[in-house]
């Protein structure tokens, strides 16, 4: 990770750090591949939380409990295509919309299921955790 991803995160509170196993897991339940920096960040910390930016806070769930989460607020029977990674603390989930071969960083309303509700941060994690801490 660079710098400037480290230094927003000098601020949240970290875990211990996952294992691969814990991430292929993941993949295989799902039957997806993972965002690669998102993979990094949670081999550097599994989970982080905190506030970020100039009055915003974010929640990124370990990976241990992505699949129990996800089912909990049956985001695949409602949002096809999008994964749960985390949320704002409040009402606001984040996630990874899988379109193909095109994995797109997305927010949405924790009690929404339309997908036209959607606001996309575009494919790089570490560019959502950036336009994230403005």
């Known amino acids: ?24 897991k993941v993949e295989k339940e799902w039957n997806i591949s993972l965002p690669c920096e998102y ?11 905190g506030p ?6 974010l ?7 992505l699949i129990e989460l996800n089912q909990e607020y049956a985001v695949d029977e409602f949002l096809s295509g999008i994964k749960y990674f985390g949320s ?3 009402d606001i989930a ?4 899988f379109d193909h071969d095109r994995t797109t960083i997305i927010e949405i309303p924790f009690d929404s299921i339309n997908k ?3 606001k996309k941060y575009g ?7 950036i336009e994230k801490n403005k």
């Open 116 to 118: 036209e509700e959607v």
């Open 88 to 90: 704002d603390g409040g």
């Open 39 to 49: 993979k990094q960040l949670i081999l550097f910390s599994n989970g982080i939380e």
């Open 94 to 97: 984040y996630g990874f919309e």
């Open 1 to 24: 990770m660079n710098e400037s991803i480290l230094e927003i995160l000098k601020k949240m509170d970290k875990e211990t750090p996952a294992t691969k196993i814990m991430i292929e």
């Open 59 to 65: 929640s990124i769930w370990p990976i241990n409990e």
């Open 52 to 57: 970020i930016g100039k009055a915003s806070y």
């Open 123 to 129: 494919e790089s994690f570490f560019e959502f955790l």
